[in-house]
T-cell receptor, first 111, second 112 residues
Framework: EADIYQTPRYLVIGTGKKITLECSQT?????MYWYQQDPGMELHLIHY???????EKGDLSSESTVSRIRTEHFPLTLESARPSHTSQYLC??????????FGDGTRLSIL | DQQVKQNSPSLSVQEGRISILNCDYT??????FLWYKKYPAEGPTFLIS?????DKNEDGRFTVFLNKSAKHLSLHIVPSQPGDSAVYFC???????????FGSGTKLNVKP
């Protein structure tokens, strides 16, 4: 059973606030990912990491930033939230050639 | 540009019948393909995969077929059950398994 956790599950917040979405996994996976998904659309990779102190931007441009100080933790931060950031954010991890394991996502709504 | 496409946003099937979900891709460098299943308010969960060296992979009621020349794969569910009702995502990766590209999903409804 995959153990990857995202908090909060839902967040409604005003424009201009700083937000951090948490993602933790207990499987010791080296690779971690953040995806953004709008309803009925594909998952877009916005950030990924191959290990501690390694972060890369994905194919979809995002104003968010990430950090990977510990293997198990891959938080995503928005310095100043805007309505255009409203979306679902999914975190995933994987090891080697194994499939990705996903968290249950954070549904973010910026007013 | 979307490299993995699922052109059917929804599919409705009677319980006990076959469900066929389709997926097309454009990048010939992809060599690993996966299907994920997603229930509402949950993250996607891995269902089945296939490597480009194969054209078929079977796991219980689920079979994935790969046609490399057509850049097309499909997921067959036989027999379909109401619990299979979910959104199914197709995904693809190149060698190295470092980045995965997802389709937009097909919502399957299996009617009792």
């Amino acid at each position: 059973e995959a153990d990857i956790y995202q908090t909060p599950r839902y967040l409604v917040i005003g424009t201009g606030k700083k937000i951090t979405l948490e993602c933790s996994q207990t499987m010791g996976h080296d690779k971690m990912y953040w995806y953004q998904q709008d309803p009925g659309m594909e998952l877009h990779l916005i950030h990924y990491s191959y290990g501690v102190n390694s972060t890369e931007k994905g194919d979809l441009s995002s104003e968010s930033t990430v950090s990977r100080i510990r293997t198990e933790h891959f938080p995503l931060t928005l310095e100043s939230a805007r309505p255009s950031h409203t979306s679902q954010y999914l975190c995933a991890s994987s090891e080697g050639d194994q499939p990705q394991h996903f968290g249950d996502g954070t549904r973010l709504s910026i007013l | 540009d979307q490299q993995v496409k699922q052109n059917s946003p929804s599919l409705s099937v009677q319980e006990g019948r076959i469900s066929i979900l389709n997926c097309d891709y454009t990048n010939s460098m992809f060599d690993y393909f996966l299907w994920y299943k997603k229930y509402p308010a949950e993250g996607p969960t891995f269902l089945i995969s296939i490597s480009s060296i194969k054209d078929k992979n079977e796991d219980g009621r689920f079979t994935v077929f790969l046609n490399k020349s057509a850049k097309h794969l499909s997921l067959h569910i036989v027999p379909s059950q109401p619990g299979d009702s979910a959104v199914y995502f197709c995904a693809a990766s190149g060698s190295g398994f470092n980045k995965f590209y997802f389709g937009s999903g097909t919502k399957l409804n299996v009617k009792p």
